[in-house]
T-cell receptor, first 115, second 110 residues
């Protein structure tokens, strides 16, 4: 069964450093998403991306965050200057279509620890 | 805020059917109900979704009431590997995002 692949599985970074989280969505999918989950809390939507542009973003997704599809297969989330409160599991997801009649496939996540 | 309400936890005996309820009394006519589950800290896993008709796939069945204000996810023969947090989600029309609530923590007992 096709999978969404995320790397690395765990990343430790120092506060103030830039970090890039990588995702390889399912190959025929056109819609891409990032979610995060702070330990013990709910899964939260960050951003959706289609046709090389952001289609929707949450209040969490401020100027410190950016997304990119640099080469047609990877989908990345960049955090420019990490803060302690950015420590969380980050999940990438993709879907073939963006309409309501389709589910998403999530990756297994990257655990980001900011020290 | 999530548009759904679920019990915080449930237990189910292995091999029995697990019936997980969800209330979504403010659902609009064209909004779908989705079910996902999260095993430990893994990424959410899609289970099933529906609009108004009952749905079945290889994982589960989804029963939606006629007024669409509630639904039930049925795992017909629960196994220990079905122990997870189950999320019932109504996606707001015109958006791409899911708003996850706290879900139901299902524990399947041997």
């Amino acid at each position: 069964e096709p999978e969404v692949t995320q790397t690395p599985s765990h990343q430790v970074t120092q506060m103030g450093q830039e970090v890039i989280l990588r995702c390889v969505p399912i190959s025929n999918h056109l819609y891409f998403y990032w979610y995060r989950q702070i330990l013990g809390q709910k899964v939260e939507f960050l951003v959706s991306f289609y046709n090389n542009e952001i289609s929707e973003k949450s209040e969490i997704f401020d100027d410190q965050f950016s997304v990119e599809r640099p080469d047609g297969s990877n989908f990345t989330l960049k955090i420019r200057s990490t803060k302690l409160e950015d420590s969380a599991m980050y999940f990438c997801a993709s879907s073939e279509y963006g309409g309501s009649n389709y589910g998403y496939t999530f990756g297994s996540g990257t655990r980001l620890t900011v020290v | 805020d999530a548009k759904t309400t679920q019990p915080p936890s449930m237990d189910c005996a292995e091999g029995r059917a697990a019936n997980l309820p969800c209330n979504h009394s403010t659902i609009s006519g064209n909004e779908y109900v989705y079910w996902y589950r999260q095993i430990h800290s893994q990424g959410p896993q899609y289970i099933i979704h529906g609009l108004k008709n009952n749905e079945t796939n290889e994982m589960a069945s989804l029963i939606i009431t006629e007024d669409r204000k509630s639904s039930t996810l049925i795992l017909p023969h629960a196994t220990l590997r079905d122990t997870a947090v189950y999320y019932c989600i109504v996606r707001v029309t015109g958006t791409y995002k899911y708003i996850f609530g706290t879900g139901t923590r299902l524990k399947v007992l041997a």
